[in-house]
């Protein structure tokens, strides 16, 4: 049953040019990055903190208890040594092979970066972007990772915040309005490794005005009546299967 639908997503890719990959927490599984919601994810597995992890990855207490905030950060949000999985390695061939136009994510690591994918639409923001509060100068992933403490501007002393999106912050609606318009565009919508219960991100695939959305998940979601193809597999399995890489 798996290979008759991988084969049917194969052809579907086949017959495709301008497709758009969504992706969530589940991409990045396989990169042994933990996701946020399932038995073994974040949100499970570090309840032993003082605060639930909502409570210190939002914005209101960045800015109250930085501190707090990066002690849990460093520990749970950054995964320096990380490699591209299967799945990033497929989707960025794809792109190489003009087939992709645009990957959607929610994930802040990276990765598809990293594997070669060049037009990467991060919904979230990415944890190798930090700013600094006070005068806006830019800093990469190391002035974090190597920094003590609060990391501080080295122009003017100004706390340095990620430039990931917190809970109580809106997503850039730049790039909000590239991803309605990539998946507008699109004749293939790949929907992989997410629960599609994070708004505003998920109600994205509304856009969809295309024949063929097909969910790579490990587990059902709330969207798969919306399905034409539905894959309960890992998403690395799935691509790299349909890809050659």
């Known amino acids: 049953?798996?290979?008759?639908?991988?084969?049917?997503?194969?052809?579907?890719?086949?017959?495709?040019?301008?497709?758009?990959?969504?992706?969530?927490?589940?991409?990045s599984t396989e990169?042994?990055?933990?996701?946020?919601?399932?038995?073994?994810?974040?949100?499970?597995?570090?309840l032993n903190h003082a605060y639930p992890p909502e409570t210190i990855l939002s914005h209101h207490f960045f800015v109250q208890f930085p501190d707090v905030f990066y002690t849990f950060y460093r520990e749970n949000m950054i995964y320096e040594h990380a490699l591209p999985n299967p799945a990033h390695k497929a989707l960025a061939e794809l792109e190489a092979k003009g087939?992709?136009?645009?990957?959607i994510t929610q994930n802040i690591d990276g990765l598809h970066q990293l594997a070669g994918s060049k037009n990467v639409l991060e919904l979230h923001g990415s944890i190798h972007r930090n700013t600094c509060m006070k005068c806006?100068?830019?800093?990469?992933?190391?002035?974090?990772?190597?920094?003590?403490?609060?990391?501080?501007c080295d122009a003017c002393g100004g706390v340095i915040k990620p430039d990931v999106v917190l809970y109580e912050e809106n997503l850039d609606m730049e790039v909000i309005q590239a991803a309605v318009e990539a998946i507008e565009s699109a004749d293939l919508l790949i929907v992989g490794g997410t629960s599609l219960i994070v708004y505003p991100a998920a109600g994205l695939i509304n856009y969809y005005k295309g024949r063929n959305?097909?969910?790579?998940?490990?587990?059902?979601?709330?969207?798969?009546?919306?399905?034409?193809?539905q894959i309960l597999a890992p998403i690395g399995e799935v691509l790299s299967e349909c890809v050659s890489i």
Do not use: Y
């Open 136 to 152: 806006g100068k830019k800093f990469e992933l190391d002035a974090i990772i190597h920094s003590v403490g609060v990391p501080k």
């Open 213 to 229: 959305l097909v969910l790579i998940n490990k587990d059902k979601t709330g969207h798969d009546h919306k399905a034409t193809l």
């Open 1 to 27: 049953m798996l290979s008759e639908k991988i084969n049917e997503l194969k052809s579907l890719i086949d017959r495709s040019s301008r497709i758009v990959f969504f992706g969530g927490a589940g991409v």
């Open 31 to 46: 990169s042994q990055i933990p996701d946020f919601r399932s038995s073994s994810g974040l949100f499970h597995t570090t």
């Open 99 to 103: 087939k992709l136009s645009a990957i």
